[in-house]
């Protein structure tokens, strides 16, 4: 199996999914973001029967505005001035320590916690038609009855999270997330802009560690 690639080739690639070589996240950030649900607002409102499926901001447009850029009028070209930490992010400390040492001097866009409670079912859908590993997902817990599946030619497969699991994700393919457990489900979701060398490192790495799901590799290496 041939894991020579390069870093474009990764990113700008097909594949749904990559684990991620990086530190788990502590419990510390689990407990900030249980803390802080009376913060978070309905995520892509409508979707999901009863508010199930919510967010909170710590980088973005403001604490509240979790949806893309172009939901509030900003345009593309504008997107990294207009992305700030916001007052959430001050809120949460641990986790914002956490993703400022752990993709550091990257240009960041939304930084959003999500949360998904119990009986939330997110129906399938793409966020985006590039294929490409745009979304890296951060498991701050993933209950037993969790489970974040998509679509590949007809086929449902389910991306092997658990807790304290970091996936680089390819939101092209229609995805879906459901937690059928009694326990709210929190992710953190980072999207970078822009990284430096150490960034890219972190995919070369994540590369050579895992590989690509579709040879085999599952992504359940220790």
Known sequence: MNHERSYGSIVHSDMPYLRL?????????????????????????????????????????????????????????????????????????????????????????????????????????????????ASISIALNHPAGCRFLYRDRGVVHEVPFADGRAFAVNLSYEHSVVNDSQVDRFHLIVHVLRGNAQFRELFLRSFSLYGDPREGMDGQRP
């Open 21 to 133: 070589d990086i530190p788990p996240p502590g419990e510390a950030m689990l407990a900030e973001a249980a803390s802080r649900i009376p913060r978070f607002v309905d995520h892509r409102e409508g979707e999901v029967p009863d508010g199930r499926w919510k967010a909170l901001a710590l980088h973005g447009l403001g604490s509240d505005k979790t949806l893309g850029f172009e939901a509030y009028g900003v345009p593309e070209a504008g997107q990294a001035d207009a992305y700030q930490w916001t007052d959430a992010a001050d809120l949460c400390p641990a986790t914002t320590a956490y993703v400022k040492t752990t993709f550091p001097e990257a240009q960041f866009g939304r930084v959003r916690l999500m949360l998904l409670r119990p009986g939330g079912r997110v129906p399938f859908h793409a966020d985006y038609s590039e294929r490409k590993l």
